[in-house]
T-cell receptor, first 114, second 116 residues
Framework: DVKVTQSSRYLVKRTGEKVFLECVQDMDHENMFWYRQDPGLGLRLIYFSYDVKMKEKGDIPEGYSVSREKKERFSLILESASTNQTSMYLC?????????????FGQGTRLTVV | AQKITQTQPGMFVQEKEAVTLDCTYDTSDQSYGLFWYKQPSSGEMIFLIYQGSYDEQNATEGRYSLNFQKARKSANLVISASQLGDSAMYFCAMREGLGGYQKVTFGTGTKLQVIP
C-alpha cells in the first residue's frame, strides 16, 4: 500500500515563527504536492514538485516555500507564520509516468497560528 | 480564473436514489485527466474514479460513473443507489501536464448528505 506520512497531525505555532511541515512517501513517486484546505474553498494548491530539487508554484504560493532534496520527502516551509495561515495542510504524491494515476494523500496537518 | 468549478456547495439525496454532482473545468491542454475524490468526516481523501481526456467512453467504477462531456468541459459524477455511507464531501480534480510533470488542482467541493 502507498503510504504518505505527514510528520504532525496537529501543530500550534506562534505568529512570526518559521514552521516546517514534513511529508514522506514510500512509493518512489515523482510527483508531490502541498495543498491547504479551508471550508468553502476546497483544496488549493500551494506548491508541487515533479522531481528532486524541482518545484513549481501552485495557485497560492505567497508566504510559503518548499524543499525537495530527496525523492521521498517534500517539505513545506512557512517563513514567518501568520494567523491567516491557520488551516489544514494536505500532502499528496503520484506516480509520474502514468497519467491516469491518482494522487495519494497524507492524513493532513491541522496548523493553528496564534 | 477557477480551473475547476463545483457549483453545488451542498446536496441532499434520498437513500437508494441516484445523484449527480456537477463539475466543470477549464484548460487549454489537449491531454488532461479528471478525478473525483471522496472525503468523509474522518478527513481521509479517497480516490473514486478517473477519466482521461482522450477516453471515448465514460468511466465507471461500481456505483460511480463519470459523465464526461468534452465539448461542454464537464465531468459530472453520478452515484447510483445512494447509501448512507456516501454522505461526505466530494471533490473534482484535474491533472494537467504530461508524463512526469503533473499539476493537479481541485474544486471547492460538494457536501452530499444521504437521507434515510
Amino acid at each position: 500500500d502507498v503510504k504518505v506520512t505527514q510528520s504532525s497531525r496537529y501543530l500550534v505555532k506562534r505568529t512570526g515563527e518559521k514552521v516546517f511541515l514534513e511529508c514522506v512517501q514510500d512509493m518512489d513517486h515523482e510527483n508531490m504536492f502541498w495543498y491547504r484546505q479551508d471550508p468553502g474553498l476546497g483544496l488549493r494548491l500551494i506548491y508541487f514538485s515533479y522531481d528532486v530539487k524541482m518545484k513549481e508554484k501552485g495557485d497560492i504560493p505567497e508566504g510559503y516555500s518548499v524543499s525537495r532534496e530527496k525523492k521521498e520527502r517534500f517539505s513545506l516551509i512557512l517563513e514567518s507564520a501568520s494567523t491567516n495561515q491557520t488551516s489544514m495542510y494536505l500532502c499528496a504524491s503520484s506516480f509520474g509516468p502514468r497519467d491516469s494515476t491518482e494522487a495519494f494523500f497524507g492524513q493532513g496537518t491541522r496548523l493553528t497560528v496564534v | 480564473a477557477q480551473k475547476i468549478t463545483q457549483t453545488q456547495p451542498g446536496m441532499f439525496v434520498q437513500e437508494k436514489e441516484a445523484v449527480t454532482l456537477d463539475c466543470t473545468y477549464d484548460t487549454s491542454d489537449q491531454s488532461y485527466g479528471l478525478f473525483w475524490y471522496k472525503q468523509p468526516s474522518s478527513g481521509e481523501m479517497i480516490f473514486l474514479i478517473y477519466q482521461g481526456s482522450y477516453d471515448e467512453q465514460n468511466a465507471t467504477e461500481g456505483r460511480y460513473s463519470l459523465n464526461f462531456q468534452k465539448a461542454r468541459k464537464s465531468a459530472n459524477l453520478v452515484i447510483s443507489a445512494s447509501q448512507l455511507g456516501d454522505s461526505a464531501m466530494y471533490f473534482c480534480a484535474m491533472r494537467e501536464g504530461l508524463g512526469g510533470y503533473q499539476k493537479v488542482t481541485f474544486g471547492t467541493g460538494t457536501k452530499l448528505q444521504v437521507i434515510p
